[in-house]
Each structure stands twice: as structure tokens, then as C-alpha cells.
């Protein structure tokens, strides 16, 4: 079975460029959350998303962050424009249902470097 | 304060021998915790959860302990496979979000 698929594994750009970060939840799981991982701060939700609906997205640093669920299978995180800092892990996950209790999976990850 | 606490480590350990982690989370209203291990270079993935009564999977204990508001996870007889970092997750309260750690790291060594 397909796990959750993220693209591209690696990104590197310069500050100031737009970056785009895909993901492909489970099939049939409702809920799609977006985390970032650096080494000061650990795991850190952005954005989630049930049944393609955003419901939270205080975790989001700023207005250069946007991300879209367009449908059941396909969400999108953009930064636009790119800043150094914003170098970390991108980590796409889903769940089965709402809900805290439900285990999440996760995707491979994006490893982002802005130069 | 942070919502969920945990010592980095490293914890290095022998093989064959008993290791503990503890975390402690700051919301008494929390309901769901687990823990998740986390590879290098890798996605975590769930280890299991943690409930009230405390639970067990193999090797792996689980205890929680409202009353004081940690959480712990102990591994006996540990393998060299046992070698990652292990990341304390419990839900904010009235939410679905999950809060992690940011991880105790073990290696275990031969």
C-alpha cells in the first residue's frame, strides 16, 4: 500500500524564490496536516486540513505561507517569497478521521534549503 | 513553559539493557498521548499509544500518570535496532492537534 507521497525529497533555492511542496495523503484518510522540523524548535504543526476543509491554521509563521487542498487527494504548501530561516523538514501527514486520537502518518518528508 | 517536555539525551545504552523516558506536558486537559520514534532522516512513525490503565507491547511499556502530568516509556532488553530518537506526543486540549517533543535520542550500542 502506498504510504503518504511527498515531492520533491529536496529542495535548494535561493531566498526570494517561490518554493512548492506537494503532497498525497493516504487514500480514503480525511484529515491532512503539514508540519516543520528544525533542530531548535523540533516538530511543529502549520496547517490541517478535514475532508480538503483548512480548520486550523495558527501554526502558519506568516502571510508568506499559504497552503491549499484542492481535493481528497492532492495539498499544496507554498512559500512565497523564500527566506533562509525558512530552511527545515516539511513533513506531510494524514489521518483516517478527525480527531487527536487518530494514529497520523507521515511522508518521507521535504528537505528545504533556501540559500 | 513548553507543552511538552522531554530530555534530550543521548541516552547510550549496552544492548540487553532497561532504558527509561520521561515527559511531562503542561495542559491537564490533554486526553491522547503516544509516542512516536523517529529514525534519522526519517518520518516518525507511531510506536503506541499511552493509555490511563498504562499498556504494553513487546518490550515497550507505556505509563502515564495524570496526577503529575508526565508520561513514560520504557524499553527493556534493548536492541541495537532500538537506536533512534523517541518523541513524546500528547493532543492540546479541545483540539485535534497534536503537540511533539522535540525528542529524546537513544543509541544503543554493542
Known amino acids: 500500500d502506498a504510504g503518504v507521497i511527498q515531492s520533491p525529497r529536496h529542495e535548494v533555492t535561493e531566498m526570494g524564490q517561490e518554493v512548492t511542496l506537494r503532497c498525497k495523503p493516504i487514500?480514503?484518510?480525511?484529515?491532512l496536516f503539514w508540519y516543520r522540523q528544525t533542530m531548535m524548535r523540533g516538530l511543529e504543526l502549520l496547517i490541517y486540513?478535514?475532508?480538503?476543509?483548512?480548520?486550523?491554521d495558527s501554526g502558519m509563521p506568516e502571510d508568506r505561507f499559504s497552503a491549499k487542498m484542492p481535493n481528497a487527494s492532492f495539498s499544496t504548501l507554498k512559500i512565497q517569497p523564500s527566506e533562509p530561516r525558512d530552511s527545515a523538514v516539511y513533513f506531510c501527514?494524514?489521518?483516517?478521521?478527525?480527531?487527536?486520537?487518530?494514529?497520523?502518518?507521515f511522508g518521507p518528508g521535504t528537505r528545504l534549503t533556501v540559500l | 513553559r513548553k507543552e511538552v517536555e522531554q530530555d534530550p539525551g543521548p541516552f547510550n545504552v549496552p544492548e540487553g539493557a532497561t532504558v527509561a523516558f520521561n515527559c511531562t506536558y503542561s495542559?491537564?486537559?490533554?486526553?491522547?498521548f503516544f509516542w512516536y520514534r523517529q529514525d534519522c532522516r526519517k518520518e516518525p512513525k507511531l510506536l503506541m499509544s499511552?493509555?490511563?490503565s498504562g499498556n504494553e507491547d513487546g518490550r515497550f511499556t507505556a505509563q502515564l500518570n495524570r496526577a503529575s502530568q508526565y508520561i513514560s516509556l520504557l524499553i527493556r532488553d534493548s536492541k541495537l535496532s532500538d537506536s533512534a530518537t523517541y518523541l513524546c506526543?500528547?493532543?492540546?486540549?479541545?483540539?485535534?492537534?497534536?503537540?511533539f517533543g522535540t525528542g529524546t535520542r537513544l543509541q544503543v550500542f554493542p
Open positions: 499511552v493509555y490511563s
Open positions: 501527514a494524514s489521518s483516517l478521521a478527525p480527531g487527536a486520537s487518530n494514529e497520523q502518518f
Open positions: 506526543v500528547v493532543n492540546r486540549a479541545n483540539t485535534d492537534k497534536l503537540i
Open positions: 486540513f478535514n475532508n480538503n476543509v483548512p480548520i486550523d
Open positions: 495542559n491537564s486537559a490533554s486526553q491522547s
Open positions: 487514500s480514503g484518510h480525511n484529515s
